[in-house]
């Protein structure tokens, strides 16, 4: 079975400065995708960053950047330079590829102190 | 304009009612999901209809039934209400049925069952 752990019910982080939110996952699968989404106190959910795991090279998207570790089977998002916007839960997510479901964290409390 | 549209945002109903839920995608996605929050956070996938066919339907109970008029609206309706049921739902949108695509997810309707 597909589990995805995120073992930092919360965190916090001073602005400006750098955080690591950790996620962990299981699967016996090789092809597969993952994700961070960021859901802020209006409840949307944002896709941050997504990672195929084929692909050896970390993701990056501005300030936010992946730590792959496929082996492992780990999935850390690193925020840079931590913007009061940034404060939301972070939830880290499995796709199996070429099948249709997603399989999410129980997510990380961001706070992020100015 | 708003991406995918969920209506009403809030609900609050007795025990044994029966509601709906509305949800509208914008963004001419061929694939749309409801997904269920509960008060951990886990968000958990029940049902995925691709083009209003149903691929996806997780054990949820037969209370919940979902439909799909057409490919840009997936409505959830719930009979019996209980209160195991009082959770955020929230619905998506994808461009298509595989892992890779983006999702796109509604602000959330929060129900609670008294």
């Known amino acids: 079975a597909q589990t995805v752990t995120q073992s930092q019910p919360e965190m916090s982080v001073q602005e400006a400065e750098t955080v690591t939110l950790s996620c962990t996952y299981d699967t016996s699968e090789s092809d597969y995708y993952l994700f961070w989404y960021k859901q802020p106190p209006s409840r949307q959910m944002i896709l941050v960053i997504r990672?195929?795991?084929?692909?050896?090279q970390n993701a990056t998207e501005n300030r936010f950047s992946v730590n792959f570790q496929k082996a492992a089977k780990s999935f850390s998002l690193k925020i840079s330079d931590s913007q009061l916007g940034d404060a939301a839960m972070y939830f880290c997510a499995y796709g199996l590829y070429n099948f249709n479901k997603f399989y999410f964290g129980s997510g990380t409390k961001l706070n992020v102190k100015p | 304009d708003t991406a995918v549209s969920q209506t009403p945002k809030y609900l609050v109903t007795q025990m044994g009612n029966d509601k709906s839920i509305k949800c509208e995608q914008n963004l001419g996605h061929d694939t749309m999901y409801w997904y269920k929050q509960d008060s951990k956070k886990f968000l958990k996938i029940m049902f995925s209809?691709?083009?209003?066919?149903?691929?996806i339907n997780e054990t949820v109970p037969n209370r919940f039934s979902p439909k799909s008029p057409d490919k840009a609206h997936l409505n959830l309706h719930i009979n019996s209400l209980e209160l195991g049921d009082s959770a955020v739902y929230f619905c998506a949108s994808s461009r298509g049925p595989t892992t890779n695509e983006k999702l796109f997810f509604g602000s959330g309707t929060q129900l609670s069952v008294l």
């Open positions: 209809y691709n083009n209003k066919e149903l691929i």
């Open positions: 990672q195929e795991a084929y692909k050896q």
